[in-house]
């Protein structure tokens, strides 16, 4: 501790006493909490709850764990020091009630390190508005002096958490409780951001219970409810539910849907904090974010064909195969209509609209050529196309496939028989592109158009 310079008291609690700190040599403010129990062993330390939690949970909206220290058998957690103070300061200071936006991005946060709690094996058991702490407009849950781990055997304490934000399995005292009872917390501190009261304010537990019944009205489907309360001698009063929308003026229909979500008495019917972060409260009556400005993206040009000047090809728009192709006539409108790939309102001279003409045939033959090459690969056997119709690089080769058998024009095949006989079976044989060096003895090689038999290359 001599490291560090106190400058003020923070807090006073049950377990501890928080004090603002400065480190000597950094600089850094700090928050230091000095446990009111004395500690004569340093494994009593290092298992406790708090700090085992605290070095497993490391996320933005969990207040974070800096160092432990131990001296003349007093303990003392040095934490991140959060500038400004925890929520229950924050409204007691404002004159005007929190914008719902303001009040979804506090939620938001609440349930994101709950998340992030209960997924690592964790529930916080005394969630209330003095343990969370804001700092640059980011809210950390603090104070984990009640933590227990959800894997935990029962009988949990009966007494967790302040009384308002008590959930009714832990009224009921209930030995079996987990992570829900965070869930109703939240629900609790939400409704209390519309209007800066607590929703149920007791002053004991059997009026506390009296205060949640007045709100939510009689408990129904849940039964461990009125065994848990035969067992306190305690019978539930019946009473219809409030209009919370009349008691949160402010709320919108999604934000009342969340609380009453989360405040649902059996706990097994609260979302969890993933399934709350997903409602649409959180979707709903956000401003999409501004894109920024689309960057021109290049169009694909395909190489200049013979005889026409590439100057002109980058005015020309160019489709694949199959798909519509603006006409040549459609240049015409150049001057005042629009056509694709040309600026409207641009002027061309005739010169300039014959050479784009000319190019959109050249394109279009070459489109009709990429489709006699579709069509031949679509034959049962593999064909060699008529010399200079199809480019020889555009033929790939295709290994075992059985040719069909070739028919003369007279309707026969090579061997004489009709060729509507079947043909002896013969081995499949690999047939070689024209680019190949050379061909199957055994293939027959037609055009694939009008059945000719073609010679042998070779």
Not at 106 to 111: A, E
Not at 217 to 230: E, I, K, Q, V, Y
Not at 313 to 325: D, F, K, M, S, V
Not at 373 to 392: A, E, H, Q, W, Y
């Amino acid at each position: 501790m001599n490291r560090y310079k106190v400058l003020r008291m923070l807090g006073d609690g049950t377990y501890g006493s928080v004090i603002q700190a400065v480190h000597k040599q950094t600089g850094q403010i700090v928050a230091i909490k000095k446990m009111k129990k004395k500690y004569y062993m340093w494994e009593e330390c290092v298992n406790l709850r708090e700090v085992k939690s605290l070095m497993k949970l490391q996320h933005v909206n969990i207040v974070r764990l800096l160092e432990v220290i131990r001296q003349d058998d007093s303990l003392y957690f040095v934490m991140e020091y959060a500038d400004g103070g925890n929520m229950f300061q924050v409204t007691q200071k404002r004159d005007k009630f929190l914008p719902e936006h303001k009040i979804r991005n506090m939620i938001f946060q609440i349930l994101q390190g709950l998340h992030f709690m209960h997924a690592n094996g964790y529930f916080h058991r005394d969630i209330k508005p003095e343990n969370i702490l804001i700092s640059n407009d980011v809210l950390k849950i603090a104070d984990f002096g009640l933590a227990r781990e959800i894997r935990s055997r029962p009988p949990f304490t009966e007494y967790v958490s302040t009384r308002w934000y008590r959930a009714p399995e832990v009224l009921l005292r209930s030995p079996k409780y987990s992570s829900p009872i965070d869930i109703w917390a939240v629900g609790t501190i939400m409704a209390e951001l519309y209007t800066f009261r607590p929703l149920f304010p007791g002053n004991s537990e059997v009026d506390e219970i009296h205060k949640i019944v007045q709100v939510l009205g009689t408990p129904t489907g849940w039964d461990d409810c009125f065994r848990l309360s035969a067992k306190m001698n305690f019978r539930f009063p019946q009473a219809q539910p409030a209009d919370l929308e009349k008691m949160l003026g402010a709320a919108s229909p999604e934000g009342l849907d969340l609380i009453e979500k989360m405040l649902a008495y059996n706990p097994t019917l609260r979302p969890t904090a993933m399934q709350a972060l997903q409602h649409p409260f959180f979707s709903m009556h956000v401003s999409p974010l501004k894109q920024p400005n689309p960057v021109p993206r290049p169009v694909p040009q395909r190489p200049p064909a013979h005889g026409v000047s590439s100057k002109f090809t980058e005015a020309i728009h160019y489709t694949t195969p199959g798909r519509h192709q603006p006409s040549a006539s459609a240049a015409n409108t150049a001057t005042g209509g629009s056509t694709k790939g040309i600026v409207a309102g641009t002027k061309l001279s005739s010169n300039t609209l014959q050479a784009i003409q000319q190019a959109r045939a050249t394109l279009a033959a070459a489109s009709a050529r990429n489709s006699m090459v579709d069509r031949m690969r679509g034959l049962g056997s593999r064909v060699t196309p008529i010399k200079g119709l199809v480019p020889d690089s555009e033929v790939e080769s295709v290994a075992g496939t059985r040719p069909k058998r070739a028919v003369h024009e007279n309707g026969h095949g090579q061997d004489g028989n009709p060729g509507n006989q079947a043909a002896k079976p013969a081995r499949a044989p690999v047939i070689h592109s024209r680019s190949s060096s050379r061909l199957g003895s055994r293939g027959v090689v037609g055009d694939g158009i009008s059945g000719r038999v073609l010679p042998p290359i070779g």
